[in-house]
């Protein structure tokens, strides 16, 4: 299994931007699927955006999409998501997940193994 560590959280105004890292560790972190959850209080948790293993493929909630970009070194065994524009509705724990997940798996409803603790990011308004 892999360990997963979440930072960059913090608060930031409307508009702003943040940067979230999840550090990953293993020898075979290039073959796990890599995904962003969030769960604002009160709400289930939503599926932000997701990275291949493979390829680098990328997806993204279409709440997102066109504002954060997640990326991923696998030299660094860490993975990251860059947010801009950052809008109130941002606000939530964000969770770093990650699987060897299945060719063609729909890596939004995939039901991931390995999760971190979690970063806090508040958006203000």
């Known amino acids: 299994q892999v360990q997963l560590i979440e930072s960059g959280g913090g608060l930031v105004q409307a508009g702003g931007s943040l940067s979230l890292s999840c550090a990953a560790s293993g020898r075979t972190f290039g073959l796990y699927a890599m995904a962003w959850f969030r769960q604002a209080p009160g709400k289930e948790r939503e599926f932000v955006a997701a990275i291949t293993g493979s390829f680098g493929k990328t997806y993204y909630t279409s709440s997102v999409k066109g504002r954060f970009t997640i990326s991923r070194d696998n030299t660094r065994n860490t993975v990251y998501l860059q947010m801009n524009s950052l809008k109130p509705e941002d606000t939530a724990v964000y969770y770093c997940?990650?699987?060897?997940?299945?060719?063609?798996?729909?890596?939004?409803?995939?039901?991931?193994?390995?999760w971190g603790q979690g970063t806090q990011v508040t958006v203000s308004s």
């Open positions: 997940a990650a699987d060897i997940a299945p060719f063609r798996a729909d890596l939004s409803s995939y039901e991931y193994k390995n």
